[in-house]
């Protein structure tokens, strides 16, 4: 039987805007190590994933690859440059995959915190089902607004699960999720939207309140914490 073969792609093409800092949020420093190397070492240390493409921005190619270098990423295959938009980097990724690949995972380059055990039940389900995405329950009441910020409804709570990364896909049903919405002009804010507009449907898996994104300060803060805990609990 053939060896399965695992992609993952990782967007860190994103300004920074909301962190309000000259440095790109990718390359911001936590506890003395750049946001995206405390990422990527998750997937360097998973046996599941056999390649990491690293997609960013046009202007900072050289300085990812000079990072890579330094920390020594020997699953770092390829560092690309992305689009506009997410959807865009994401689909330069895809591209680019190994042709031997059979899944994909997307995993957002400033979620540090993944689990490899979340990540590794994400990769097993999305080759049984064909998509998995990771996911908590929503603790607060959501509310849906209209652009006076008037509430319209109000949804129930246990239907609504806020969606990290990783997303992994059987690489077929992923290109034919961006092949429709390219040909159709519509942008998703995840891969999971343009697998659903396919009509097929996408498991989510329990993740943890811990696996968050940093966008803004607040956020790095928070990561700080996290990290100097799970620091600690090591010694």
Same mark, same amino acid.
């Given at each position: 039987?053939?060896?399965?073969?695992?992609?993952?792609?990782?967007?860190?093409?994103?300004?920074?805007?909301?962190?309000?800092?000259?440095?790109?949020?990718?390359?911001?420093?936590?506890?003395?190590?750049?946001?995206?190397?405390?990422?990527?070492?998750?997937?360097?240390?998973?046996?599941?994933?056999?390649?990491?493409?690293? /997609?960013?921005?046009?202007?900072?190619?050289?300085?990812?690859?000079?990072?890579?270098?330094?920390?020594?990423?020997?699953?770092?295959?390829?560092?690309?440059?992305?689009?506009?938009?997410?959807?865009?980097?994401?689909?330069?990724?895809?591209?680019?995959?190994?042709?031997?690949?059979?899944?994909?995972?997307?995993?957002?380059?400033?979620?540090?915190?993944?689990?490899?055990?979340?990540?590794?039940?994400?990769?097993?389900?999305?080759?049984?089902?064909?998509?998995?995405?990771?996911? /908590?329950? /929503?603790?607060?009441?959501?509310? /849906?607004?209209?652009?006076?910020?008037?509430?319209?409804?109000?949804?129930?709570?246990?239907?609504?699960?806020?969606?990290?990364?990783?997303?992994?896909?059987?690489?077929?049903?992923?290109?034919?999720?961006?092949?429709?919405?390219?040909?159709?002009?519509?942008?998703?804010?995840?891969?999971?939207?343009?697998?659903?507009?396919?009509?097929?449907?996408?498991?989510?898996?329990?993740?943890?309140?811990?696996?968050?994104?940093?966008?803004?300060?607040?956020?790095?803060?928070?990561?700080?914490?996290?990290?100097?805990?799970?620091?600690?609990?090591?010694?």
């Amino acid at each position: 039987m053939e060896k399965r073969f695992c992609s993952a792609i990782i967007p860190a093409a994103g300004k920074g805007s909301r962190m309000g800092t000259a440095i790109k949020k990718q390359f911001l420093q936590l506890l003395g190590k750049e946001v995206i190397i405390h990422t990527l070492e998750r997937f360097e240390q998973c046996e599941a994933i056999d390649e990491i493409i690293v /997609v960013t921005s046009g202007d900072m190619v050289d300085a990812m690859k000079a990072l890579l270098t330094k920390y020594g990423m020997k699953k770092v295959t390829q560092v690309i440059a992305g689009g506009k938009e997410r959807q865009d980097s994401v689909y330069q990724g895809l591209l680019h995959v190994n042709e031997k690949a059979d899944v994909i995972v997307v995993h957002d380059g400033v979620r540090p915190f993944v689990q490899e055990q979340d990540l590794i039940k994400t990769i097993e389900v999305a080759r049984e089902e064909g998509a998995c995405i990771l996911g /908590v329950p /929503v603790k607060d009441t959501i509310k /849906v607004c209209n652009k006076n910020q008037e509430v319209i409804s109000t949804p129930a709570r246990k239907t609504l699960w806020a969606i990290q990364t990783p997303q992994v896909f059987r690489k077929d049903i992923l290109q034919k999720g961006y092949h429709k919405a390219y040909q159709e002009g519509f942008m998703g804010t995840d891969e999971a939207m343009l697998v659903e507009r396919l009509g097929i449907g996408v498991k989510v898996a329990t993740g943890s309140y811990d696996n968050i994104k940093i966008t803004t300060k607040e956020d790095l803060f928070l990561a700080e914490a996290l990290l100097a805990r799970k620091q600690e609990g090591e010694k």
